[in-house]
């Protein structure tokens, strides 16, 4: 029995002696195999495998881009798993420290470079990684900590490492395994560096080598898919949408790999086409794709303007807006009906729907940036195209007499309150068809008043007719709101009920709809009357905007828009309808620019036009010589340094010699310093000619420079120079003639700040109306001071007249509503004396001439 025991315990001790952490015997490295892998090894992995699970669920998959091949990550998440990737550390260490001799230490050093890589210390992951390369004997487990090396690089942002060592594996001989996960490295490296092409190439090479449990092959198949469909490879892309379905993936890829492979479908035959719509049709019947549904219209929409079928994918695309809660895919859905409404040149209804999709796609959105850029130049666009036809249209209806006018606003109004009407008598459609009225801004002729083609909104009543019946069709009777388009999709509209097609309408209805009509017009038609052009002033105002509106739409077109030939129209629109404009040379500059590669005889007719009209301009130095501006810049070097003597002499009252010193600059040719030897010559002026001359120079200088860094200074010298003259015009005796004859003014003197110009306006032109409908008087306002401004009815034949009127405007003063708050003079005066007054500004001495010479008992 002792030696039995005494036996036992040589054994044991034997044993423990054998499989100590430093004996390399067959003993010892079993037991350190088999108590590392299985004590500290095995529960770190258990943990690590929780944080990748936890990763994997929490993450988002966006469908409407290409799936993430791992999940992104961030500080946040790390700190929720803090406790499980210490509890990786601390049990992956003690495998280290007490199973030296194991071969299971590897595995447990990557774990703790992997447990620091979600932790998010990349310093030491990093080092963990080297250290196993480094130090390990097992070549498949230096490849690991490679590949894993790979992934710290990667998220890190240290892309030249992650390729430079993934270069390096791909020359060495892998295992099954580690090659699989390469090929996935690489392929997470590109598709951070959005480089299509690779990670399409590395998936490929990946999916022979996936495992179908362990590797979820379905996801990397539809990935696949998705990165050929993006490549515009959509027979590959198919072939991986149908393998992905061969999987049987999770429900939502099983979906979305339906949808888009039906999207993909190789259409040679009309079965074919026929066959992908049942394909869409199907999923939409499916109560599983209940939540899809926007999702599915969205894509049918796309398949249609595939197909050519612009209107049909304009319906789907609207339907797919209404009845889903997706922002994303409203907000793409917005961003097509942009695109092809642009197409389709509805520049308005195109950036409508740009400004909805900027408002509504996510920040982080792909090519977002480039889509706010499109807003804001349909933004400008959209702006200049309504400046012309608001204006084409107000000159056609001010050349209407009252009767046409009224017809015309009727029109409009009855067409904008029969879709109204019409919603109570039947059931509205749920369709969606945005049409408008032609938009081509090119056909825009004055001549064309009562054309049913006119592309002038109150001049075409069928344009505005069909333009408020869509809108209201579409959109119903919405309220004024912020966000409309997307606030009217949020609720159901109200339906119509059989009962109300079929009942007529009560006379009481009637008389409702019909004094709200009349209401109607006759706010439309003072409205209208309040804009018309019925002075030549307003009638150049107006051509002015236009003018100014096509050189921009034609800027637009060529610069920003990148549209040659929409610019060149454009442009050729602007000389054909402005001839005399300001900005002829450089519009004959423009098109032949733009004409020089695909109409070299066209360009060359510009340019002989420019060369003849413009000798001088910098447009026609530019196109003789492309190195112009490069050669100016030296003429500008040159003139500074004349610049500088010139001055000096300026300052030592030399005025003569700075004067010729400026001449000898300004001949060696425009350049950008030109506008500085200008001032300095309006200086010397000063000096030599007197101040009107000076006064004069100056307002040349602010005229043509305005956008000039010395613009503010010469405007406030001009500002110092006619106070100067004002105060030498008033230390002499002002002069007021006393031989009243000729023709007369009426005159009223305002504040600037009163802001009375249009009320002033509306009233006069009714009191004239009402008094002196046979008198051909005519309106004109102007400033006197900075601070004053005179409204003037001139064309009063003599001075009893004058006074005859200025007593009936005093007497009807009281019943002018629209100017009983403001304050202002009112007076009459003889041309000559009006002359006088412009000049002298005196207005104080005049209001006492005026009292001297015209008042009467009963003024």
Known sequence: MKINIASLCIAIGLLLSGCSAERNTVTSKAFHNLASHYNGYFYAEEEMTKVELGYAKSMTDDYNRILRLYPKLDSTQSASYDKELKEVVKMASLAIQYHKNSKWVDDSYILVGKARLYALDWGNAIQTFKFVNTNSKDKDARHQA?????????????????????????????????????????????????????????????????????????????????????????????????????????????????????QVTEISRSRDISTARKSFKRLLKDSKNRDFKDKIYYEMGLFERKRGNIEQGVEYLNQAIRIGNNKRVDGEAYLRLGEMNYDKKKYELSQAYYDSAVKTLPVDYEGIASIKKRQEILNEFVQHLTTIRWQDSLLVLSQMDTAALRLQVEAAVKASMKPELEGKKKKKSNRINIEQAPTSIFATDPNDAGNENSTWYFANATAVALGQTEFARVWGNIALEDNWRISQRATARPQASINDVEAPQSNNNANESTNSQASNIETALVKIKEQLLDTDEKKEASLKMIEEAYYMLGDIYSLKLEEPANAIETYNTLLKRFPETDYRAEVLYRLYILNKESNPDGANAFANILKSDFPESSWTKILLNPDYLTEAGKVAVRQKALYAVAYNYYTGDVYDS??????????????????????????????????????????????????????????????????????????????????????????????????????????????????????????????????????????????????????????????????????????????????????????NEYLIFYKQNYQTENQ
């Open 146 to 262: 490679i590949i894993n090396l790979i992934r710290t690089f990667t998220e890190h942002g240290e892309y030249n490492n992650a390729k430079a060592a993934a270069d390096f594996l791909q020359k060495e001989e892998l295992n099954t395994e580690n090659k699989k996960q390469l090929f996935l490295e690489r392929a997470y490296l590109a598709q951070t560096q959005n480089d299509l092409d690779k990670m399409v190439f590395n998936l490929t090479q990946a999916a022979p080598l996936l495992q179908k449990k362990s590797d979820r092959p379905g996801r990397i198949y539809f990935i696949i898919g998705q990165v050929y469909q993006k490549l515009g490879f959509e027979a590959q892309a198919y072939n991986y949408y149908r393998k992905c379905l061969g999987t049987h993936p999770e429900y939502e890829v099983d979906f979305y790999a339906r949808l888009y492979s039906a």
């Open 658 to 843: 700075a004067n010729v010193i400026l001449q000898n600059a300004k001949m060696l040719g425009l350049s950008t310093f030109t506008p500085n030897l200008e001032l300095l010559e309006a200086l010397v002026s000063a000096k030599t000619e007197g101040v009107e001359t000076y006064k004069q120079k100056l307002q040349t200088f602010t005229e043509i420079y305005p956008e000039h860094q010395l613009y503010a200074y010469a405007k406030k010298l001009l500002e110092a120079a006619e106070k100067k003259l004002i105060s030498e015009s008033t230390t002499t005796a002002i002069k007021y003639e006393t031989e009243l004859l000729g023709q007369h003014v009426f005159v009223i003197a305002f504040n600037k700040q009163e802001g009375l110009s249009d009320a002033l306006q509306n009233a006069l032109q009714a009191f004239n109306k009402q008094h002196y409908t046979q008198q051909n008087f005519s309106m004109s306002n102007t400033k006197l001071t900075e601070d004053k401004f005179i409204f003037m009815i001139s064309g009063i034949s003599d001075r009893l007249a004058a006074k005859a009127y200025i007593n009936l405007f005093n007497e009807k003063l009281a019943a002018m509503n629209a100017l009983k708050n403001y304050n202002f003079n009112n007076f009459v005066i003889s041309e000559e004396n009006l002359d006088t007054l412009k000049r002298t500004q005196a207005l």
